[in-house]
């Protein structure tokens, strides 16, 4: 029987990198492991939604239970640790809340969800966050005004927003601060085992033992990485769109322009890294004396286009 962790928790809490966290520790030890990514296309506890739209919100409701009940019928017969990220809260809720669906309704499904895998014995990491509107304005400052505006511009639709006279970002942070709470009040009452990790007062090095003691699997830190072997792979590189910049950042390589401002690389073996909090491969290329000329991403499908190709080193 396979073994299920979600992983949920506010934007920007750190859901992507605990759910890599955990996968690569499975893996370190030689174990089958599966993490969903939230955004991934297929997804196998999202289905897909008929061709001629949802006729209402039981039909939506019923489409999903009967998703995850398939899943857990399959899962029966699989030896794999599976890692789901914002399935279980975040995806239903924020498809429910923004178009102002009743509360009691969004919980219902939730717990039609938790029922229909309580076969797998289904595990929960949940990160909170005290103040979600310090938590998104933080989120906006990391990621940047390309990253903010856009999603400021979307919430304009939001009918959760437009019911009650808001808009700009005060409409915004007013719903991040309800799905917050409605998410919090969903956990409080969820039949599942649990761990709540408080992401403002707590380190990320405390969350991750933590977390490892919680599901079971020793805790081991990343692996030292020599900074001879690492600086062969810095500089510039290019694929006829846009540059990256690898740099050495604390004794850990840095991309710079893959995805956000900058995302560390996680060895896996020898010209082989994970991208932090991001369902993409970068496997490096070397010529016959070792020089690194390229390197190349890979993954799997997302709803939105992830980096692919081969970026060739710059001169």
């Not at 990160?127 to 856009?150: C, D, H, K, M, T």
């Not at 003691?213 to 001879?228: C, L």
């Not at 540059?243 to 060895?267: K, Y």
Request: proline fraction near 7%.
């Amino acid at each position: 029987m396979s073994r299920l962790i979600f992983v949920e928790g506010f934007p920007g809490a750190g859901k992507s990198t605990t759910a890599q966290f955990l996968a690569r520790q499975f893996a370190r030890r030689g174990g089958r492991v599966r993490w969903i990514y939230e955004v991934e296309v297929p997804n196998p506890l999202v289905p897909s939604p008929p061709a001629d739209g949802y006729e209402s919100w039981e039909q939506f409701a019923d489409r999903r239970e009967a998703r995850w009940r398939a899943f857990a019928a399959a899962a029966a017969d699989e030896d794999v640790t599976v890692i789901p990220e914002s399935a279980l809260l975040q995806l239903p809720v924020f498809t429910m809340l923004r178009r102002n669906v009743d509360p009691s309704r969004i919980i219902a499904l939730v717990n039609r969800l938790v029922a229909a895998i309580s076969p797998l014995r289904p595990t929960l990491v949940y990160l909170a966050r005290q103040n979600p509107e310090a938590a998104f304005r933080a989120i906006g400052e990391s990621r940047g005004l390309v990253w903010l505006l856009p999603v400021i511009a979307n919430s304009a639709g939001f009918a959760f927003i437009q019911a009650r006279g808001l808009s700009g970002l005060d409409g915004l942070l007013a719903y991040w601060r309800a799905h917050a709470d409605l998410c919090g009040e969903i956990v409080e009452h969820m039949d599942v085992r649990k761990l709540v990790l408080d992401v403002d007062t707590d380190t990320w090095a405390e969350r991750r033992r933590r977390i490892c003691d919680f599901v079971g699997v020793p805790h081991e830190e990343e692996p030292p990485q020599s900074p001879a072997e690492l600086a062969r792979m810095t500089g510039r590189y290019a694929d006829g769109k846009r540059e990256v910049t690898l740099e050495i950042i604390d004794g850990r390589l840095v991309a710079r322009g893959i995805i956000w401002l900058a995302s560390a690389l996680l060895p896996v073996r020898r010209n082989v890294f994970d991208l932090e909090s991001w369902p993409v491969r970068v496997s490096f290329d070397e010529d016959v004396t070792g020089q690194v000329r390229a390197f190349r991403c890979s993954g799997p499908p997302l709803a939105w286009s992830p980096p692919s190709g081969v970026f060739t080193r710059v001169a």
